[in-house]
């Protein structure tokens, strides 16, 4: 533990110091107007989130409750820390799907914007206890990070709220936390979230929302990645729940008090029962799935998808950081 959580603290520091400034991308200077913007970054994206993938992955499984899980969340503090931001580490004990006691940890870092209206960007940093998590969920967890750098120094329209959760693979535990502390005047002040799970491995790259008014941030993320020339596809109407009816990521809890939400994944629901849970042919992994499985690492994705992963988490901060820098519209 005294070894690898300054390694990640050092990695960020030292990618911090020599990356391009965040002024030098189009999409950070462009002004925030009603229509959208085509705004290509100048830079390639994803390259350090690469390099947080690694890091976390290299810890192990993060099971919930275990030691490997509290490192992960502690090294995930340092690197907000680092940032500049105002961190908060949010212990919580609840019970797990098997009526067992979970204790864990949410990390929360904020950074202000020019409105005190929120927006919540969340990532489970938790892993099941095969493989490594790369996929699940590293990946979403790195795309945060390297998002969270990004606009540091950025004039947002929305305050952001940056949440890594403990204890998703357990119940989604820490969502259902942050949630519960929560107090009405914050519910009405948070008018999005924005949920990060699984982008590293599947062949297609999707965003999620429920319909009508709530579909306002999806639908300008499609149609901005679509002016920008990014390959980010929907389903709609989509149906996301377990066979009990539950949430099948952090987004849930948000969306059961009436946030909207928009949900990053990479997966393929035309393969397998069509129902997005096989998410490679099925010649690979455990019949098509890579996430919850001894595939679940950088070294297969790499060897078997050469170049994929690369691509998705440019894609995936590329996308987060112009909504971040550019979307300003009523969500609610």
């Known amino acids: ?56 992955t290299d810890m192990g499984p993060r099971v919930a409750g275990t030691d490997q899980e509290a490192q992960a969340a502690e090294a995930i503090a340092d690197v907000f820390t680092s940032f500049g931001y105002p961190t908060e580490i949010q212990l919580f004990t609840e019970t797990d799907d098997n009526g067992g006691t979970i204790d864990s940890t949410n990390v929360v870092a904020v950074k202000s914007g ?35 750098d990004l606009v540091k120094n950025v004039p947002t329209p929305y305050t952001i709220r940056f949440i890594a959760f403990g204890a998703e693979e357990a119940g989604l535990l820490g969502s259902y936390a942050y949630l519960n502390q929560m107090s009405q005047a914050e519910f009405e002040n948070t008018i999005a979230m924005i949920n990060l799970d699984s982008l590293a491995a599947g062949d297609i790259a999707y965003v999620y929302s429920d319909e009508d008014q709530q579909a306002a941030l999806r639908d300008w993320t499609l149609e901005w990645a679509f002016g920008n020339g990014l390959d980010l596809q929907t389903i709609h109407n989509v149906d996301l729940s377990e066979d009990d009816g539950s949430g099948v990521s952090d987004y849930a809890a948000f969306r059961d008090v009436g946030i909207p939400y928009v949900y990053f994944e990479a997966t393929n629901w035309a393969l397998g029962d069509q129902d997005g849970y096989t998410q490679v042919d099925p010649q690979y992994g455990d019949e098509g799935k890579i996430w919850h499985t001894e595939y679940d690492t950088l070294d297969y994705l790499d060897t078997n998808f050469p170049g994929r992963v690369d691509q998705h988490l440019d894609l995936f901060v590329t996308v987060l950081f112009n909504i971040l820098t550019q979307y300003e519209g009523s969500v609610q």
């Open 1 to 56: 533990m005294k070894r690898i959580l300054p390694l990640l603290l050092l990695l960020a520091l030292v990618l911090n110091a020599c990356s391009i400034p965040v002024a030098s991308a189009p999409a950070a200077t462009s002004p925030v107007v009603t229509q959208i913007l085509v705004s290509t970054p100048a830079i390639n994206y994803g390259v350090i989130a690469r390099a947080y993938v690694k890091t976390l």
């Open 114 to 148: 020019k409105s005190a209206q929120e927006i919540i960007v969340g990532a489970h940093y938790d892993s099941a206890d095969v493989g490594q998590g790369a996929d699940d969920n590293a990946s979403g967890v790195a795309v945060m990070l390297e998002a969270a």
